[in-house]
């Protein structure tokens, strides 16, 4: 699965201009399928559109949650230089206490979450490849979650399910 999905996908590399001016790449890969674009990380993606390998993904996240989706964000950590910060997943173009599938192909990696007020309240995951995790009710109004960077770790994939219901909504900048 994750030879074919490093194949397959349309990756995208995007840049965008930090706090200091300078020009940067996301630490990692992406892409978006579907039938609806999806704000991330302050960037718009055009998605392309479903493949069959993606659609037997969304129709299996269907069946698991009984929730719809119509769009999907993959991201590809090349290795452990790569990760994700502190967001929730919470952009104005999703319902507040939407169902989100996440499904991991490839290396196992930490996935952690922290209480957006109380810092000290968190939880660490492991997630290995063929782990599904599902993230539901008020998850993304309360808790930030981050895949942190981590040394000497191979490449995995990442397909997180999601249900759009306006487009081009503006979404949190700090998950770069
Ligand atoms: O790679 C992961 O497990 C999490 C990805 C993520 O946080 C996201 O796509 O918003």
Same mark, same amino acid.
């Given at each position: 699965?994750?030879?074919?999905? %490093?194949? @397959? $996908?349309?990756?995208?590399? &995007?840049?965008?201009?930090?706090?200091?001016?300078?020009?940067?790449?996301? &630490?990692?890969? $992406?892409?978006?399928?579907?039938? #609806?674009?999806?704000?991330?990380?302050?960037?718009?993606?055009? &998605?392309? &559109?479903?493949?069959?390998?993606?659609? %037997?993904?969304?129709?299996?996240?269907e069946d698991l949650t009984g929730a719809s989706f119509n769009a999907l964000?993959?991201?590809?950590?090349?290795?452990?230089?790569?990760?994700?910060?502190?967001?929730?997943?919470?952009?104005?173009?999703?319902?507040?206490?939407? $169902?989100?599938?996440?499904?991991?192909?490839?290396? $196992? #990696?930490?996935? @952690?979450?922290?209480?957006?007020?109380?810092?000290? @309240? #968190?939880?660490?995951?492991?997630?290995?490849?063929?782990?599904?995790?599902?993230?539901?009710?008020?998850?993304?109004?309360?808790?930030?979650? #981050?895949?942190?960077? @981590?040394?000497g770790k191979g490449g995995r994939i990442n397909l997180t399910f999601r249900d759009v219901i306006e487009e081009?909504? %503006?979404?949190?900048?700090?998950?770069?």
């Amino acid at each position: 699965m994750f030879s074919q999905l %490093e194949k @397959e $996908t349309q990756w995208l590399h &995007p840049s965008y201009e930090n706090s200091d001016g300078r020009v940067v790449h996301l &630490p990692r890969l $992406t892409a978006n399928y579907g039938d #609806r674009s999806y704000n991330y990380s302050g960037l718009t993606f055009q &998605p392309q &559109p479903w493949t069959p390998l993606l659609s %037997e993904l969304r129709h299996l996240a269907e069946d698991l949650t009984g929730a719809s989706f119509n769009a999907l964000i993959l991201q590809y950590y090349r290795d452990g230089s790569d990760g994700v910060g502190w967001h929730s997943d919470d952009d104005p173009c999703v319902a507040p206490t939407t $169902t989100i599938v996440s499904m991991s192909f490839g290396e $196992t #990696r930490r996935f @952690e979450f922290r209480h957006k007020e109380n810092h000290d @309240e #968190r939880l660490g995951l492991d997630i290995h490849g063929g782990d599904i995790v599902v993230m539901q009710g008020d998850l993304q109004k309360h808790y930030k979650h #981050r895949v942190p960077k @981590e040394k000497g770790k191979g490449g995995r994939i990442n397909l997180t399910f999601r249900d759009v219901i306006e487009e081009l909504g %503006e979404s949190a900048s700090d998950s770069i």
